[in-house]
């Protein structure tokens, strides 16, 4: 992988990141792994040791679904129909289902989902993201203005205009700083 996933936003937004510019950084199931391994303290149930060619194809689905609502809500049109039929199905074929147990205290409620690793990560994936499309911060969704970055964010603070201080900000501030005293 040349470049590392950025990571941090809402599940979503991370997925729809694995592809920026002329890249696909999930395009093996190894590549896959490491990206779940990124997200697994903030989300266990991603928890996938050996990811196979089956759960990248069910997750890069989702992805391009997630990526195109996202396009269509970022210019304020309806999402295609097309990505919410995908996603809808994605939770339809691996429903959560909140088991309810004792523990010897308190009543405990554990999640678990029926289907393959395939169908468990693409719902868990379509939840995050009908999460992030029902949330009202959604309409504050922004895509880098770094004019080689295509990477979307959810600014905390309404001035943020990079994915990443580090990765765009400083690159942007750099070729600034360069342009203003070349003329000297």
């Known amino acids: 992988m040349n470049e590392a996933p950025l990571v941090g936003e809402p599940l979503a937004l991370d997925l729809v990141n ?9 395009d093996t199931p190894e590549h896959l792994a490491n990206w779940l391994a990124l997200q697994a303290a903030r989300f266990p ?4 040791a050996h990811p196979t060619a089956a759960d990248l194809a069910a997750v890069t689905a989702v992805r391009d679904h997630i ?3 996202l396009d269509a809500l970022l210019h304020n049109r309806r999402p295609p129909a097309e990505a919410l039929r995908g996603l ?3 939770q339809a074929d691996a429903p959560a289902i909140r088991r309810l147990a004792w523990d010897g205290n308190a009543v405990t409620a554990t999640v678990h989902r029926d289907g393959t690793s395939a169908e468990k990560l693409a719902a868990v994936l379509a939840e995050a993201a009908t999460d992030l499309f029902t ?4 309409g504050t969704l922004k895509r880098c203005e770094a004019d080689d970055c295509v990477l979307l964010f959810l600014p905390a603070h ?3 205009r990079w994915c990443s201080p580090e990765r765009c900000g400083n690159r942007v501030r750099v070729a600034r700083y360069y342009q203003r005293h070349k003329a000297d």
């Open 67 to 69: 990526g195109s609502a």
């Open 45 to 48: 149930e991603l928890a996938i």
């Open 88 to 90: 809808n199905a994605a």
């Open 135 to 138: 949330d009202p911060s959604i």
């Open 18 to 26: 694995t592809r920026p510019t002329d890249a696909d950084l999930l």
């Open 158 to 160: 309404p001035r943020r």
